[in-house]
Every structure is written in structure tokens, then in C-alpha cells.
């Protein structure tokens, strides 16, 4: 199989234009992020794997030199494969258990570990309200390959509002004026909205939230950053649940 040499080469040059533009292509520059799309049952559009290098997982893909591989990565050192994917957006629907609703968040590394925190405590459907999206490259690297097993909603607010009204779930702000989580009881499925960075939740996700609840502090700190206090606040959901 020939190899593509040439950053000029029109696969190459296309591929990098749909990486700026397209919101729903995946670009995973690592084994353990392709071989868990791929086992995820995400389709490839494109696998490009650097000359010399072979990987059981993905037997056929395009032959590159490493010069073609490093334009396209956004790590320094890729280990040899670029997977291109396509991430369809999912259809909005009810959460089935607990759940979580990102309010405008736009720190890709907040969002990406809130993802992670959100598998870990058994929040499997996530609603993204204008957040930095799921396709971000920083996203995808700090979920931790999280994205391929949650229920990923991206939608606009109004989306979001205009649905949660037939859902008749429990809805929970976080807020630092709220309840004391570690003193708050949960036993039915509860959603929990973190807010913007600067802002927090918005006024509009509040006026449908039945609560707020907080994460108190100690020696006068303010709050915690939103992925912090996010985790800390689904483990503690998701732990007195077990009891």
C-alpha cells in the first residue's frame, strides 16, 4: 500500500479541514482512545497509522509517514494512529437513573472531567446545555474515554427546558447557598445542573430546579472549581444510595 508523504496530499489537506469545522468528527490520536471507539461500535470514517507501526486492533487503515501523522495529532508524540470518527448526535430523551446537566460550561478539561466523574458515580445520561462540545480534543483526552460509554445529549437550553417539563424528575442546583451535601438525603433518581465557570447555574435552569445544594467550605474558601465540586457531589449522591 502506498504511503502518504505529503501534508498537500488532498485526503490529508480535507481531513484538516473537517477538523476545524465539523462538531461531530472525532479525531483520537491514541491506541487505547481508537481501539475503544472502535470497540464501542463507533465507525470509522478514516484510520491513518504511521509507517512501520502495526496494531492488531485495526488491521486496514492508510499508510502515512510520521511528518503527516504529527499534522494532524494534537499530542507532541502520537504513538502511531490517528482515528477519524464520525459521533452522531444522540436523540434528546429522558434520563433513565441519576443524571447530570452541564449549564454553559465552557472549560473543555472541566467538561471532560465531569464526564469521567459522571461514569464513575453511575450518572449515565449527561445533557450539555451550549457547553464546550463532546468532540473537543481536550474533552475526549480528559473524559478518559468516558464519551463512549455515557448518554451524551448536546442541545441548546430552550431544548432542555422545553423537554425537562414532561419528564417528571427531581432536579437539583448546585449552588453555594444550597443544602449541605453530606447532610441531604436521596433515594429516587435526581438530576444535578452545574453551572457556568464565572456565572453559575443560570436563572432559568434554577426556576426548575426544586433545590440547591452545596459543598460547604472550611477557612473562608469561596467554592471549589466546578469538576471538583461536581464529582464530590454525584459520589456523595451516588454513595448514599449504596448504603
Known sequence: METITSTSNNLIKDLKKQKQKDRFLLFLDTPKLVREALESGLKPRVILIEEGKEFDFAPEGVRVSRHVLESLAEVKTPAGIIGVFEYAKRPLSAPRADFLVLDEIQDAGNVGSLLRSALGANFLDVYLLDCSSVTNDKVVR???????KLNIFELKKEEFLSAFKSWNR??????????????????EPVGVVLGNEGRGVSQELKAICDKKIS?????????????VAGGIIMFQISGKKRL
Open 142 to 148: 480528559s473524559s478518559m474515554s468516558s464519551i463512549f
Open 215 to 227: 459543598v460547604p467550605m472550611k477557612n473562608n474558601l469561596e467554592s471549589l472549581n466546578v469538576s
Open 170 to 187: 427531581k432536579l437539583f442546583a448546585a449552588d453555594m447557598d444550597g443544602e449541605n451535601i453530606f447532610s441531604a438525603s436521596f433515594t
